[in-house]
């Protein structure tokens, strides 16, 4: 079982649409949780963290389920610049561990 | 805004020759990393540094590779003998609390 699993997407969405990608871990020592985005052929930049309380950034909002081990996030109203891979990223003990990524393509 | 800085920012090198991917980590941070990606595939973790010693290592990172933080400010990654399969982009990240902040990178092409 892979370490940091996604939604293998792409996704296709038009612009206003809501998405919603998940991401589930395998490793029960997993610390901390986080979202980032990556551009084509630009490094990863972190989008936000994820708490179990769930957090909420403008249109962004990730939540975390620690007992099943399970992390989503939901884009409302998507723009032609949410255009990215969307990585998902667990902290295990210190090293940062990411999904392979899942595509989004936000059309007009 | 202080950031993660990358040099050089393409490398072409031939197989079995040496390189030297130089990063600059954000000043105050410390704790260091270095991950590749390979072309349409995952960034994957090669190596943690903290202290001026090696914190954590992957299987990817094997005796061809080093890291260094020869002065202050410049934290390396040395390829020894390159192979072709090393061909992908480097990045360094560097940390502060939990979130990691990621240079531009450094695309390597091994022929």
């Known amino acids: 079982r892979k370490e940091v699993e996604q939604d293998p997407g792409p996704f296709n969405v038009p612009e206003g649409a809501t998405v919603a990608f998940n991401c589930t871990y395998s490793n029960s020592a997993s610390q901390s949780f986080f979202w980032y985005r990556q551009d084509c052929r630009k490094e990863p930049k972190l989008l936000m963290s994820?708490?179990?309380s769930g957090n909420e950034d403008g249109r962004f909002t990730a939540q975390l389920n620690r007992a099943s081990q399970y992390i989503s996030l939901l884009i409302r109203d998507s723009k032609l610049s949410d255009s990215a891979t969307y990585l998902c990223v667990v902290n295990v003990q210190g090293d940062m561990r990411f999904g392979a990524g899942t595509r989004l393509t936000v059309k007009p | 805004e202080p950031e993660v800085t990358q040099t050089p920012s393409h490398q072409v090198t031939q197989m079995g020759q040496e390189v030297i991917l130089r990063c600059v980590p954000i000043?105050?941070?410390?704790?260091f990393y270095w991950y590749r990606q390979i072309l349409g595939q995952k960034v994957e973790f090669l190596v943690s540094f903290y202290n001026n010693e090696i914190s954590e290592k992957s299987e990817i990172f094997d005796d061809q590779f080093s890291v260094e933080r020869p002065d202050g400010s410049n934290f390396t990654l040395k390829i020894r003998s390159t192979k072709l399969e090393d061909s992908a982009m480097y990045f360094c990240a560097s940390m502060e609390g939990e979130t990691q902040y990621f240079g531009p990178g450094t695309r390597l092409l091994v022929l």
């Open positions: 000043s105050n941070h410390l704790y």
């Open positions: 994820v708490y179990s």
